[in-house]
């Protein structure tokens, strides 16, 4: 599980990203509580501050994974670290001193969100690069548990210190953090990191990558599910606090637990994504679908209570779909296009978040603060629903359940379907041939459904026949034209396969033109043959 951590690299890597990512929780509580407190609650101004704070993403994401792509990674994320621990440390300075409004923090969380967004690219494409593609899983599903374990910690403990210090140490404390991932990135070894070629400079960058996402059809399943519920289920940075305090009536403390009991379950997810060695489509259609489901019944759960049991089993659908879908992306691409994909994903995934989250909190102040959860999990179900049946129809992609070796979903393309069809079809009638059955092998249709026994006419029989009695087998193979049936009549389509000891038998589609009743004197005329063939030769 933890086999990623023999590399050095990346073990100064998680320790860093520990502290930082414990500070990084400590201020987004204490920076809701603060918005909340400046504006008298409101969730339109939290959902604005949400909103701005991830707008960047959505407008600068593609840029970031350029810069990526053209520039030593290591570098790229220790100046952004230090961005974005100046933007915390100007806004902490601001709430210490009283003087901070609420557009001061509007401000700085979009600031915030321009580091970031630059930040996200190359920090998910670096992880490749100090451990191998071997271990990527294993270091995806690591730093999540890194970024969800500080979930668990960072809340309860900005809770607590908010109420005894106020939000503006807390929010000092995350632009201290920062210094601890700079310290780690410089102590590495360049030696051992696995860095690609460097992608030159030229025009139409971002369009190469556009052209090669879209004619991935995994990719966009991918891309299409996480905008989904990265736009409308993702928000519980907000729908939290109007839960808390609108529903519950409860203060800061209750909200930090509220987070941390979130992260709880969303660990587990991500420890468990650790113990995987390979991502699937199925994993993350499957998560999202759960995940929209388990939502909408968090929404309608009568007390503080049970709303806070619901939230582990919400964290761990959360988690299992986030790695599954970050992984495939970093797992499933060209090295020289990483930076670029993992851009675009981190634009649809968090640039999503500005979309979503004003509507969610007009929600929130329209309808109450349930209905953030019960129409966020809807569309994120209903979403995931309707990118997978766009994608199957346009890309041909056929998913079929599979009971065995364990119950699953299982994705092909469609010519990859017809050969498993047509794999399975030729086990089976191998199979029932073999079995001896009197009456020859019982063909079944590509479609699965047995075929009635007139539907499926053997060219060759080894019943003796009378001369010129027309029948299944009264044509050896030989005399039968390509093409048609043993009357001589044309048939849409026939297969031909090897079966027993030398005997060959055609299996032909329903033969065009053969009615009903000739049908009942074929079967009728090949048993009084087999009867007048039994009682021996007849005297003159």
């Known amino acids: 599980m933890f086999r990623s951590l023999r590399n050095r690299n990346y073990r100064l890597y998680a320790a860093g990203s520990a502290i930082s990512n414990i500070g990084t929780w400590l201020q ?30 959505l407008l600068l994401a593609p840029w970031g994974g350029v810069i990526a792509d053209r520039f030593p990674k290591r570098k790229v994320l220790q100046c952004t670290q230090v961005a974005m621990g100046v933007t915390a440390g100007v806004l902490a300075v601001l709430d210490l001193t009283g003087v901070v409004q609420v557009w001061h923090v509007y401000v700085l969380a979009f600031l915030f969100g321009v580091a970031s967004a630059i930040d996200n690219p190359a920090r998910q494409s670096f992880v490749v690069e100090m451990v191998g593609k071997e271990d990527l899983p294993n270091a995806v599903g690591l730093n999540s548990a890194s970024f969800n374990g500080a979930r668990v910690i960072g809340p309860a403990v900005a809770g607590f210190l908010i109420v005894i210090a106020g939000t503006g140490w807390v929010i000092l404390l995350n632009a201290l953090s920062y210094s601890a991932t700079v310290w780690a990135l410089a102590r590495m070894r360049a030696s051992e990191l696995h860095a690609p070629k460097l992608a030159p400079r030229q025009p139409g960058m971002m369009v190469d990558a556009l052209r090669y996402v879209g004619r991935r059809h995994d990719l966009m399943l991918v891309l299409a599910v996480v905008f989904f519920v990265g ?13 808390a305090t609108q529903v519950f009536g409860k203060g800061a403390g209750e909200y930090g637990v509220l987070g941390s009991v979130l992260a709880i379950g969303a660990v ?17 259609v499957g998560a999202a679908v759960c995940f929209g489901v388990l939502e909408m019944l968090s929404g309608v759960m009568p007390t503080y209570l049970t709303f806070t049991l619901s939230l582990p089993v919400l964290g761990y659908a959360q988690l299992t779909m986030i790695t599954a879908a970050n992984a495939m992306m970093q797992l499933k691409v060209a090295a020289e296009m990483r930076g670029r994909v993992i851009a675009l994903y981190s634009m649809v995934f968090i640039g999503s978040t500005p979309l ?7 929600v929130g102040e329209a309808f109450g603060a349930r209905w953030t959860l019960i129409g966020g999990g809807a569309i994120s179900l209903l979403g995931t629903l309707l990118a997978t049946f766009v994608v199957m129809r346009v890309r041909d992609i056929v998913i079929r359940p599979c009971l065995r070796p364990r119950p699953h979903l299982h994705v092909w393309s469609r010519r990859e379907a017809m050969d498993a069809d047509d794999a399975a079809l030729r086990q089976r009638t191998g199979e029932l041939h073999g079995s001896g059955s009197r009456n020859g092998p019982n063909v079944e249709r590509l479609d699965g459904r047995p075929a009635e026994r007139d539907a499926w006419a053997p060219v060759t029989d080894s019943r003796p026949r009378l001369p010129g009695m027309r029948g299944p087998g009264s044509t050896p193979e030989t005399s039968v034209p390509s093409g048609q049936n043993a009357r001589g009549l ?14 060959r038998v055609v299996a032909c589609k329903r033969t065009t033109g053969l009615t009903q009743s000739s ?12 009867r007048r063939s039994q009682a021996g030769p007849t005297l003159s």
């Open 231 to 243: 736009c409308f289920g993702l928000n519980f940075q907000m729908t939290s606090a109007l839960m």
């Open 490 to 503: 044309r048939s849409s389509t026939t297969r031909g396969e090897r079966l027993g000891s030398g005997e």
């Open 28 to 57: 987004r509580i204490a920076q809701d509580w603060l918005v909340l407190q400046l504006t008298g609650n409101s969730g339109t101004a939290l959902g604005i501050t949400t909103a701005l704070q991830f707008l960047p993403f």
């Open 519 to 530: 049908r009942r004197w074929r079967h009728s005329a090949s048993r009084r043959s087999s």
């Open 268 to 284: 587990t997810g991500a420890l468990s994504a650790a113990r995987r060695s390979t991502t699937s489509l199925r994993l993350v």
């Open 356 to 362: 979503g989250a004003p509507i969610v909190g007009w």
